[in-house]
């Protein structure tokens, strides 16, 4: 069983900066790619970055040069770095993973961008 918890979300205006933080249970972390998506109201899920277990990476063209993705293999913890916020990223920020062919999600954390 894998287990995610995310953390960092909160209140900032616009331009500024937050990081999120995904810590996984179990120790298949190093073998799993990870991913953030993000939820706003009324709207669907939708994926946000990206990064396989060999630590490459991919991001949604709405984040890209602002948003960085990484991992601490050694602190089973996957890291969404945020910034130059816009009200547009006011989401839920969720962490994703793949565990025996099943999609896990973490609980989410709520990203809220004042203009």
């Known amino acids: 069983q894998v287990q995610l918890v995310e953390s960092g979300g909160g209140l900032v205006q616009a331009g500024g900066s937050l990081r999120l933080s995904c810590v996984a249970s179990?120790?298949?972390?190093?073998?799993?790619?990870m991913g953030w998506y993000r939820q706003a109201p009324g709207k669907e899920r939708e994926l946000v970055a990206r990064?396989?277990?060999?630590?490459?990476?991919n991001y949604a063209d709405f984040v890209k040069g602002r948003f960085a993705i990484s991992r601490d293999n050694a602190r089973n913890t996957a890291y969404l770095q945020m910034d130059s916020l816009k009200p547009e990223d006011t989401a839920v920020y969720y962490c994703?993973?793949?565990?025996?062919?099943?999609?896990?999600w973490g609980q989410g954390t709520l990203v809220t961008i004042s203009s």
């Open positions: 994703n993973t793949k565990y025996l062919g099943a999609e896990v």
């Open positions: 179990g120790s298949i972390f190093r073998f799993s790619g």
């Open positions: 990064i396989t277990s060999g630590g490459s990476t």
